[in-house]
């Protein structure tokens, strides 16, 4: 059974940094893209970051770009974000996924909240 739990959102000033972890479990994640998403009140649900499992490489939505890297530890399978540079209209829940051709999962998500 595939988990995907993520912790470390919390409440932070403007400008501050969090760093966000996904601990994905129950398979082999080597052919999956992982990501990161997030949903404000009232707006859907929307892309962050993602990294490939086995080439790391890296992607990002135009908002966050410069401020947050999406990065993993294969030992530890987790993947992490870290947030940089915060703004107010960073405030979401976060949730991790795990994607592959026939296959997708999400985590239960983590809030994160930016005070101005």
């Known amino acids: 059974q595939v988990q995907l739990v993520e912790s470390g959102g919390g409440l932070v000033q403007t400008g501050g940094s969090l760093r966000l972890s996904c601990a994905a479990s129950?398979?082999?994640?080597?052919?999956?893209?992982m990501g990161w998403f997030r949903q404000a009140p009232g707006k859907e649900r929307e892309f962050v970051a993602a990294?490939?499992?086995?080439?790391?490489?890296?992607s990002y939505a135009d908002s966050v770009k410069g401020r947050f890297t999406i990065f993993r530890d294969t030992a530890k399978n987790t993947v992490y974000l870290r947030m940089n540079s915060l703004k107010p209209e960073d405030t979401a829940v976060y949730y991790c996924?795990?994607?592959?051709?026939?296959?997708?999962?999400w985590g239960q998500g983590t809030q994160v909240t930016v005070s101005s």
């Open positions: 990294i490939s499992w086995s080439a790391g490489s890296t």
């Open positions: 129950g398979r082999t994640f080597s052919s999956y893209t």
């Open positions: 996924s795990a994607n592959s051709a026939n296959r997708h999962y």
